[in-house]
């Protein structure tokens, strides 16, 4: 069984839910540090207006004096309307894409709720995204669990909590991930790839690194087809 993690991303982008696609087991990763400036409440969408050609969609949190919060202590800023208009900026862009109908009313009701933990709105996202997409993947929450260490250690008792044989990381791992420590403890590990795929959006020029919504709204059903479609033969390495 293998394993992969990632913080919980703000209606996260193709990649993440490729990593996803990819395991047997995916974790949530919302017992580190909350970062600053990232994609854990902000991302993208494909919007016909400003010289950029998309929004960005940042949900407001409370940072003063809480550099050391985990993700999963972040609270969100409710003094203003940010998911109405968070809403709004997703309904204009979207409408009349191929299939707009099919997923507007579930983002809806997510948004109406008035949510206190970014952590929570993000697990809620990605869920209704994974089930969109149809990637039945086993989820688990590290906050949930007793993880411990940094790095490759984390990585390692992350396997041990759910009783993985391996763990697969992202490209962005290299840069930290030591192998010869999976190795030891009788761990397998890989390094994943990912290749964005080009498809229908309804705005031109094309511009990948949207939020995963943009591929639902305007692919739907082909989505997760599409992703993997993306990928060399050779993805892991």
């Given at each position: 069984?293998?394993?992969?993690?990632?913080?919980?991303?703000?209606?996260?982008?193709?990649?993440?839910?490729?990593?996803a696609?990819?395991?047997?087991?995916?974790?949530?990763?919302?017992?580190?540090q909350y970062?600053?400036k990232?994609?854990?409440?902000?991302?993208?969408?494909?919007?016909?207006?400003?010289?950029?050609?998309?929004?960005?969609?940042?949900?407001?949190?409370?940072?003063?004096?809480?550099?050391?919060?985990?993700?999963?202590?972040?609270?969100?800023?409710?003094?203003?309307?940010?998911?109405?208009?968070?809403?709004?900026?997703?309904?204009?862009?979207?409408?009349?894409?191929?299939?707009?109908?099919?997923?507007?009313s579930?983002l809806?009701?997510?948004y109406k709720?008035?949510?206190?933990?970014?952590?929570?709105?993000?697990?809620?996202?990605?869920?209704?995204?994974?089930?969109?997409?149809?990637?039945?993947?086993?989820?688990?929450?590290?906050?949930?669990?007793?993880?411990?260490?940094k790095?490759?250690?984390?990585?390692?008792?992350?396997?041990?909590q759910?009783?993985a044989?391996?763990?697969?990381?992202?490209?962005?791992?290299?840069?930290?991930?030591?192998?010869?420590?999976?190795?030891?403890?009788?761990?397998?590990?890989?390094?994943?790839?990912?290749?964005?795929?080009?498809?229908?959006?309804?705005?031109?020029?094309?511009?990948?690194?949207?939020?995963?919504?943009?591929?639902?709204?305007?692919?739907?059903?082909?989505?997760?087809?599409?992703?993997?479609?993306?990928?060399?033969?050779?993805?892991?390495?």
């Open positions: 069984m293998i394993l992969a993690g990632h913080q919980p991303e703000y209606l996260p982008y193709l990649g993440f839910c490729h990593k696609m990819s395991v047997d087991i995916f974790m949530i990763v919302d017992h580190v970062g600053k990232q994609f854990q409440n902000r991302n993208r969408i494909h919007a016909n207006h400003g010289s950029a050609g998309w929004a960005l969609l940042t949900v407001p949190v409370i940072t003063h004096d809480r550099f050391e919060q985990r993700i999963c202590d972040v609270e969100i800023n409710n003094t203003t309307d940010w998911n109405e208009k968070h809403f709004k900026s997703i309904y204009f862009a979207y409408k009349g894409s191929a299939f707009f109908q099919d997923y507007i579930l809806e009701d997510i709720q008035k949510w206190t933990k970014l952590a929570l709105l993000n697990e809620t996202l990605i869920k209704a995204i994974f089930q969109a997409m149809g990637i039945n993947v086993k989820m688990a929450k590290s906050s949930d669990l007793l993880i411990e260490g790095k490759t250690e984390m990585l390692i008792n992350m396997c041990r759910v009783g044989d391996g763990y697969l990381s992202g490209q962005g791992g290299k840069h930290y991930v030591n192998e010869e420590e999976f190795t030891k403890v009788g761990l397998t590990h890989q390094f994943l790839e990912f290749n964005h795929p080009v498809y229908r959006q309804k705005f031109k020029p094309f511009i990948p690194y949207m939020s995963s919504i943009d591929l639902l709204f305007n692919c739907g059903p082909q989505s997760k087809e599409i992703i993997l479609a993306a990928q060399t033969p050779k993805q892991l390495s």
